[in-house]
């Protein structure tokens, strides 16, 4: 398969963390958004600053929402040569979820956010059990990791006019944080011609596709793969499937069900529906086969690290369509100009300290903390903000979490010191 070189990514980071608590989850009137001269003014005095690490300060304070003040904690990595970076935060297997706090723990790292939408659960299909694996795109260690979903079968919002479920937030290989959009491509070739590949370690598969899973999906049956359509996840599932194991360049077993159970190191398993099911079963044992697949940036870069996001600011203007109404703990991430700092957001809004956001004032209040691009990650009672204490080295959750606990997730963004 193609893949990016493996890259340590060295990037110049300012990470911050939001914390809100609201009476309740609900759709809350549209009202005037704070001017960015009150958030910034508000922003300016911190109620508490510490050291979580070289480099690494942790600073709270409050910004104004029309429902009442919102409390923000903030992580900032100072610039430095050989200094912080981020990366890729997830328990190691797709289908698989662990919290924030554990897997920055397991990691070393010295803070952590949760990251993408993920299929949290499976009540259309009884008996399909639900994956835990993530929405969008995904890129650990420069390799592709999972392509995303049809856009119908997503989780959390609709992305607004001009956002794609491919969209990601990620470090080039450059060591360049940017928002950017990555395209699964593929082919697997047979001895009577190409197939397309048309998902990687994904829930759910386009009708008609071919997609490809490896040791990194984990042992979680790929049954949820054949069901609903690109439109609708509570679409039927196939019931023309088939399976095919490839190792070392042949055929090795078939099967008419989508399996589970652990993927061996260098097998994948060619998992068709409908069409490409009746594709497949022209592969006998033996066959010859070649798999070849990659994530494409719309930019042209090549990722160290990626994972999706639903873009809320482009260009530093928020996209048009943002939801103006319904205040609710969110994640987020943005990104400098230049590519050298990023800005990591964690808001609470169920815990009732504090108003909560809707994403037309998330987007308001990215602005002005110099967030050129930004992009909305998981909210509700996945919003997490973890870091490690420096005298302890233990790992503490920083904001107030939906619901008392901590709720395991797919993945999320890791923030490291330096060297």
Known sequence: MKVAARAAAVLTVVAQAVLFACPAAQAAPAARVPSSAEIAKTAESAEATETVAPGVTYRAFKVPTPRGDTRMHELAVVPASGGPHAELLYPGTVAARSTVSRMVGARNAVAGVNGDFFH???????????????????????????????????????????????????????????????????????????????????????????????????????????????????????????????????????????????????????????????????LAPGTPVQVDYDLAAASGTRFAFALGVSTLIRGGSPLAGLDAKAAAPRTAVCVAADGHGLRLLATDGRGGRSAGLTLSELAAALRPLGCADAGYLDGGGSVTMATRDGGTGKVAVRNTLDGGAEREVPNGIAVFAGQ
């Open 120 to 282: 949290v659960e499976e009540t259309q299909h009884p008996g399909v059990p639900a994956t835990g694996s993530p929405t969008g795109p995904a890129v650990v260690d420069g390799s592709p990791l999972k392509g995303a979903v049809p856009l119908g079968q997503r989780y959390g919002p609709r992305p607004p006019p001009g956002a794609t479920p491919e969209d990601v937030f990620g470090v080039g290989t450059d060591g360049v944080a940017r928002l950017d959009r990555l395209t699964l491509s593929g082919t697997v070739k047979t001895p009577t011609g190409p197939l397309a590949v048309g998902g990687l370690n994904q829930y759910a598969l386009p009708v008609g596709a071919v997609g490809v899973f490896d040791s990194r999906w984990g042992a979680t049956s790929r049954a949820r793969a054949v069901c609903g359509t690109d439109t609708s996840r509570a679409g039927a599932c196939s019931t023309d499937v088939q399976e095919v194991a490839v190792r070392d360049g042949k055929v090795e077993a078939v099967s008419a069900a989508a399996g589970s159970g652990a993927i061996p190191p260098g097998t994948m398993v060619l998992l068709g529906r409908d069409a490409g099911a009746r594709a497949l079963r022209a």
